[in-house]
C-alpha cells in the first residue's frame, strides 16, 4: 500500500489506463453504431494490444520529445472531437484505434520509442484496412467465385444444380449469393485472426507465415461457400425457416466459429506441437 501513490506515478500506469479509456471509448461509439461484427473484432484486438503491452511493461522505454508529444496530443485532440459528434462512420471507427494508439505511443516513447508499439501498431493498422481490403474483394467480385465453389460442393455432394453468375438454380428453388454473403466478412475475419497467431506466436520462417496467413483466409473463404450451398439445399427443400436461421441468425454466427475452430486445430497441429517451428520472440 505505501507504494501505491508511486506506482500511480509511473508512466507505464498511464500507458495502461489510458488504453483501457480510449478502448471503452471506441467499444461504446461501436456498440452504439449497432456494427456487431466490428464490435467483436474490436474486442479482441484491444485485448490483444493490452496483452502484449502488460507483457513487456518492465522494458518499455519512455522518452518522449517536444515534437512527438505535439502530434500525439493533436492526433489525440482530434479523435477526442470527433468522437464528441457520436459518429456512426465505419470508416472512422475502424480508424480510430489505430489513431489513439499512435497518439499515446508518441506521448509515451517519442518517435524513437515506436518500435516497441510495433505490433500494436500492426493490429489496429489491420483494423484500418478494413475498409480498404473490403473494397478490393468486392472489385474481384468474391460473390460470383463463391457461387462457382458453392456449385462445384453442390455437385460433389450430388445434387443437381445449374450456375448463372451468382444464381445457384436447383430443380425446386433457386438462390442468388448477394455481396453479403460472398464470404468477405469471413474471410477477413480469418485474416484477422491469423494475423493475431502470427503475433502471439511467431514462427520462425517467411514461408511458414505466408502458409498460415494463406491457410486462414482459404478457410474463411471456404466455410463461408459451404454455408451458401447449405443455404441452396434448404431453399430448395422449401426449408423456409431453416434457411432465415442460417442466413443471418446464430446460424452465420455458428460458421464463423467453426473456421475458428478449425484453424486453431490447424494451428495446433502444424505449429505448436512442434516447438522448433516457433522464433524466440525477441519483442521491440
Known sequence: ???????LQEPKFWLLSSVAAFAALHLTLVNRAGNSELLTTSVLFWAVAASLIWDQRQSLIFQGSLGASAIGAGLLGLTLSRSAE???????LHLLPFVCFLGLALLASGF??????????????????????????????????????????????????????????MPTGRVE????CSGIQSTLQMLNISTLFLIMFPLRTPCQRVFCLSVGVLLGYFVNALRVALMAILVAFSNRYAFEYWHGGDGSLI?????????????WLTFLRHPTNQTPDLGG
Open 1 to 7: 500500500m505505501m507504494d501505491l501513490p508511486v506506482r
Open 86 to 92: 457520436l459518429p456512426d462512420a465505419t470508416t472512422f
Open 112 to 169: 524513437q520509442g515506436l518500435r516497441q508499439y510495433w505490433k500494436e501498431l500492426l493490429i489496429f493498422g489491420l483494423l484500418a484496412c478494413h475498409p480498404f481490403l473490403e473494397m478490393a474483394l468486392q472489385v474481384i467480385n468474391l460473390s460470383n467465385l463463391t457461387a462457382m465453389t458453392a456449385a462445384f460442393l453442390l455437385k460433389y455432394m450430388g445434387f443437381i444444380v445449374d450456375r448463372e453468375g451468382t444464381f445457384l438454380n
Open 177 to 180: 449469393v448477394y455481396a453479403a
Open 255 to 267: 460458421f464463423s466459429a467453426l473456421a475458428v475452430l478449425v484453424f486453431g486445430g490447424f494451428c
